[in-house]
């Protein structure tokens, strides 16, 4: 059976280990029923305590490790003999308090956007991937390349080849990773962390040789692309067009992921991949495209930051927006849009860096301590997924029917 093959359901899609259960535990055949029954049973059971159990799942989980995270924070902030409360407040006015402020966490939440999806794109597949850092570096050196040669060219023309070869060039990047898993049996996550340090060490090598601008002398750098060709800003907004790159790449892997029969097959090979080969899907194709997907995004996000805040590829690429990205990813669940409002308060987060360092004399890199208690709260919460409010939830409702036989009893 082919992807085309399988029927994209009217209401939300059950996930790939509902919908296995609810093909296996279908009845054959059986004596016949009283009108209705079928009804009464099957409707609440399949779709509102499901969807009910998913969205619980999906907010409570990341909201109590986020609370953790900021609890265990706060006694980090404590024993350096500052109020938390007080730096929380700064935080706040740092990174939404101000018109100021908010604009700066656009800045930032735009290539965390495209740089999650890196992650939470194979995430849908059951990949680790943690090459969202060294595919945004490869755009960013493809874009600065493409502008190279592409000098005597207008305008737009050089924008959109900067656009297309750095995300071709990230999708590339991270598609032979997910080659290796799909038909090599290599660790996804190994290979991509790996070639994030190759990655790096090609930009090195490339700004300081072949495409070095002689006049970058003491900080060895590509030809400028030329402030002609440099992407502007948003209307109304001190805020450069990467931010609706960013809002549209999440909106349309979103419906590719849950819209698509392509994005339902991805999901049952994360699901079960011995039953996803069963029913004939083509995993290793699958898993190679949505990582060059994934890939794009990235490189996409690389290219953004070569033409819309530095002008040239040079070390100031490495800037570890691929891997808080990988963060904005666990935190969503793999969700693309749920990664848009993560983003932007893992943004708001690294805004506020430099207000702290002012006004309680903290150093700048007190939010990356945030930031790492973060994830291992977040890595943390994993072993407590299923546990947690639908769990209990769960407990209630197989204890319901004693509850009202005792309340019937008592009155």
């Known amino acids: 059976m082919g992807v085309g093959a399988f029927v994209e359901p009217d209401v939300a899609a059950p996930s790939v280990t509902e919908s296995l259960v609810t093909v296996e535990s279908a009845p054959v055949a059986g004596p016949p029923k009283a009108p209705g029954a079928d009804v009464a049973t099957t409707v609440p059971i399949a779709v509102a305590p499901g969807a009910l159990r998913r969205t619980l799942d999906g907010l409570s989980v990341p909201l109590l490790a986020f609370i953790a995270a900021l609890g265990l924070f706060g006694v980090f902030i404590a024993l350096t003999g500052r109020n938390p409360f007080a730096v929380y407040y700064q935080m706040y006015r740092g990174s939404f308090g101000t018109w100021f402020s908010f604009q700066n966490t656009l800045l930032r939440a735009a290539p965390l956007m495209l740089t999650a999806l890196a992650t939470a794109l194979p995430l849908r597949l059951g990949l680790v991937g943690l090459g969202g850092e060294g595919a945004m570096v490869m755009g960013g050196l493809a874009a600065a390349a493409t502008a190279t040669g592409m000098h005597s060219s207008g305008p737009m023309s050089m924008k959109f080849g900067m656009m297309i ?26 290979s991509t962390l790996l070639l994030n340090y190759i990655a790096i060490a090609l930009l090195n090598h ?26 502007g800003n948003l209307p109304g907004l001190d805020v450069h067009w990467g931010l609706a790159y960013g809002l549209v790449a999440c909106a349309l892997t979103w419906f590719l992921m849950n819209r698509t029969t392509f994005g339902f097959a991805a999901r049952m090979v994360g699901g079960n991949v011995r039953a996803a080969l069963l029913n004939g899907l083509p995993v290793g194709r699958l898993i190679v495209i949505t990582t060059f997907i994934g890939g794009m995004c990235a490189g996409l996000a690389g290219s953004v930051e070569v033409a819309a805040i530095h002008g040239t590829a040079n070390a100031s690429l490495v800037t570890g927006y691929g891997y808080t990205g990988v963060l904005v990813a666990f935190i969503a669940r793999g969700n693309p849009l749920a990664v848009i409002p993560v983003a932007l308060i893992l943004g708001g987060i690294g805004a506020s860096g430099g207000l702290l360092q002012r006004l309680f004399d903290l150093p700048d890199a007190t939010v990356n301590v945030l930031q790492g208690i973060l994830f291992i709260s977040i890595l943390f919460s994993e072993t407590f997924y299923g546990r947690g409010l639908s769990s209990l939830l769960r407990r209630v409702r197989r204890q319901r029917p004693l509850v009202e036989k005792v309340a019937t009893v008592v009155a």
Do not use: H
């Not at 006049?215 to 402030?227: E, R, V």
């Open 206 to 231: 490339i700004v300081e040789g072949p495409l070095r601008d002689p006049a970058s002398l003491n900080k060895p750098s590509t030809l400028p692309i030329g402030d002609e060709n440099m992407l």
């Open 165 to 190: 070869a750095g995300a071709l060039m990230g999708g590339l990047w991270i598609a032979f990773a997910g080659a290796l898993r799909a038909y090599r049996g290599v660790n996804e996550t190994i």
